[in-house]
Structure formats: C-alpha cells, structure tokens
C-alpha cells in the first residue's frame, strides 16, 4: 500500500532535514540561497552563471554551449520570455498555479525550450526541472529518478503534486512547513525543496539506478 505524503513528512521529515541541512553534509543545502537566490529582483527573468554554478550543487552540469546559449543566446531570450510571465510569488498548490504548469503554460513551455533540446545537448528533463526550480522555487520542484521512482514515474507530476498540496486545505503544506521550522532550516529554501530533500533522502541509498523500473520502492509513494 503506497504511504501518504503527509505520514511520510510528519514521521521522517525532522531526522531528513536535519541530517540533509548539518553543516557541509550536501552542496544542495546551498542551491536556493546561493548568491541571493535566482529568484531575486535583479535576475529573477533571465539565466546567469549564479543559477548554473548553483544547479551543479545538485550534483548536475549544463553543457557549457548550452549555458553560453542560455546566458547570451537565443534560448535565455526564449526563457526569459516565460519567465516575466511567472511571477515569483505564484505558489504550486495555490490559485492560478496550475495554468502555468499546466500543458501550455508559461513553465510547462519554458521546460519544454530546455527538455527538447536533449538530442543536441543532453540537458534532458532533470536538469530542465533544477533550472526552473531555481528560478522559480515557490512553483516548480526539484524533480529528478529517485524521486520518480516512489511516485511510479507518474505523468503530469506537476499538476498532480499542485492537488496534493491544496488538499484538505493545504495540511500537506503545513506540515513541511512545521519540519521546516522545527530543524531551523532558512525559510528561503521553498516548502518544494524541503518536500524533495525529505523524498530524496529516503531513498538515494536503495534506489536502483541500473534497472529503475524493477526497484523496490518504485510506486511506494502515493500521489
């Protein structure tokens, strides 16, 4: 029987957070708060060195051609685009949230420029997903394998995590802010973040990186 995502926050989401957040134990306890932030006033609309040094603490790379393309090229034009459509306030979970993640929306068409250029670069749809976190941290999480692997690699995973969190008026939401707040960790990492960490955490080690769809954990999550 898959657990729910609320047990699974109450019950762990202390001991992860906490061991995640200890000094120096992850580069990705930097990767929101790095250099201010990518959602901060002055760069919030376009791609700069900052979000791509801060996505390698991530454990990730964007092909030098591609950050070149993003910071002065065609393609950070494109997603600068999108991204003045997006504002920065805009919560998953929240009103109006679900038509920009939505099949068309303003994310979902800057995820697309980025994920349709994996033939030609390789970025693909993690890397796609980490940039636009880091942009956009209130509306668009951390996505990456071992994460999929517990939901069971649903599609539309952005739409389907906004209802999660706006169920039962937001409990699920309150309850990663209430970890959150317990460990102490800076409210400038999003409530996205703390429920990636908590989700990652729990399964980096058993995770079955060579054959993914025969894990043991994979579906083990409901959503």
Same mark, same amino acid.
Request: aromatic letters at 6%.
């Given at each position: 029987?898959?657990? =729910?995502?609320?047990?699974? #926050?109450?019950? %762990?989401? @202390?001991?992860?957070?906490? *061991?995640?957040?200890?000094?120096?134990? +992850?580069?990705?306890?930097?990767?929101?708060?790095?250099?201010?932030?990518?959602?901060?006033? $002055?760069?919030?609309?376009? &791609?700069? #060195?900052?979000?791509? +040094?801060?996505?390698?603490?991530?454990?990730?790379?964007?092909?030098?051609? @591609?950050?070149? $393309?993003?910071?002065?090229?065609?393609?950070?034009?494109? &997603?600068?685009?999108?991204?003045?459509?997006?504002?920065?306030?805009? $919560?998953?979970?929240?009103?109006?949230?679900?038509?920009?993640? *939505?099949?068309?929306?303003?994310?979902?068409?800057?995820?697309?420029?980025?994920?349709?250029?994996?033939? =030609?670069?390789?970025?693909?749809?993690?890397?796609?997903?980490?940039?636009? /976190?880091?942009?956009?941290?209130?509306?668009?999480?951390? +996505?990456?394998?071992?994460?999929?692997?517990?939901?069971? *690699?649903?599609?539309?995973?952005?739409?389907?995590?906004?209802? /999660?969190?706006?169920?039962?008026?937001?409990?699920?939401?309150?309850?990663?802010? %209430? @970890?959150?707040?317990? #460990?102490?960790?800076?409210?400038?990492?999003?409530?996205?973040?703390?429920?990636?960490?908590?989700?990652?955490?729990?399964?980096?080690?058993?995770?079955?990186?060579?054959?993914?769809? /025969?894990?043991?954990?994979?579906?083990?999550?409901?959503?």
């Amino acid at each position: 029987m898959p657990e =729910k995502l609320i047990d699974i #926050v109450r019950c %762990e989401g @202390v001991d992860h957070l906490k *061991a995640y957040f200890a000094l120096g134990a +992850y580069t990705g306890q930097w990767f929101e708060t790095f250099a201010g932030g990518g959602d901060r006033t $002055e760069t919030r609309d376009r &791609i700069t #060195v900052d979000d791509l +040094y801060a996505v390698e603490a991530l454990n990730v790379q964007v092909p030098f051609a @591609v950050g070149k $393309e993003l910071i002065e090229g065609q393609l950070g034009r494109e &997603i600068g685009t999108r991204l003045r459509k997006i504002s920065i306030d805009v $919560e998953l979970g929240a009103l109006s949230g679900d038509e920009l993640i *939505a099949d068309g929306g303003h994310a979902d068409q800057a995820w697309r420029l980025l994920n349709d250029r994996n033939e =030609k670069t390789g970025i693909g749809w993690v890397i796609a997903g980490k940039l636009l /976190a880091r942009k956009r941290p209130k509306l668009i999480p951390v +996505y990456d394998s071992i994460v999929r692997c517990q939901f069971g *690699a649903p599609k539309q995973v952005w739409l389907k995590l906004h209802h /999660a969190l706006a169920e039962d008026d937001g409990e699920l939401r309150a309850a990663l802010a %209430e @970890v959150r707040a317990t #460990v102490g960790v800076d409210d400038k990492v999003s409530i996205l973040r703390t429920l990636d960490v908590v989700l990652w955490r729990r399964h980096v080690r058993g995770h079955h990186r060579d054959k993914p769809a /025969a894990c043991p954990q994979r579906g083990a999550v409901e959503l």
